[in-house]
Nanobody
Framework: QVQLVESGGDLVQPGGSLRLSCAASGSIFKIAAMGWYRQAPGKQRELVATISSGGSTNYADSVKGRFTISRDNAKNTVYLQMNSLKPEDTAVYYC?????????WGQGTQVTVSS
């Protein structure tokens, strides 16, 4: 059994910053990758950023240069540092853990960027 607990979502003004955290616990054996996805109302869920077990990262074009994904292996935690936030970043952000044979999702944390 694997559980992902997300935190850090908040209301922030345009240009502000937030740091999201996702802590994984349970029966974790082989981690292939962890990542962040987001879904705005009426829109499809989209990939934001991923980090592989080897440390390779990928970012959506819309967040490159503004967001940074990182991890703390000792704590089984992945982070998303979000800078220069824009109103279009408003969405529910979901953490995803990809193991060798299974994917697990967090419950989501709301990020709202508004003046």
């Amino acid at each position: 059994q694997v559980q992902l607990v997300e935190s850090g979502g908040d209301l922030v003004q345009p240009g502000g910053s937030l740091r999201l955290s996702c802590a994984a616990s349970g029966s974790i054996f082989k981690i292939a990758a962890m990542g962040w996805y987001r879904q705005a109302p009426g829109k499809q869920r989209e990939l934001v950023a991923t980090i592989s077990s080897g440390g390779s990262t990928n970012y959506a074009d819309s967040v490159k240069g503004r967001f940074t994904i990182s991890r703390d292996n000792a704590k089984n935690t992945v982070y998303l540092q979000m800078n220069s936030l824009k109103p279009e970043d408003t969405a529910v952000y979901y953490c995803k853990l990809s193991l060798w044979a299974s994917d697990f999702w967090g419950q989501g944390t709301q990020v709202t960027v508004s003046s």
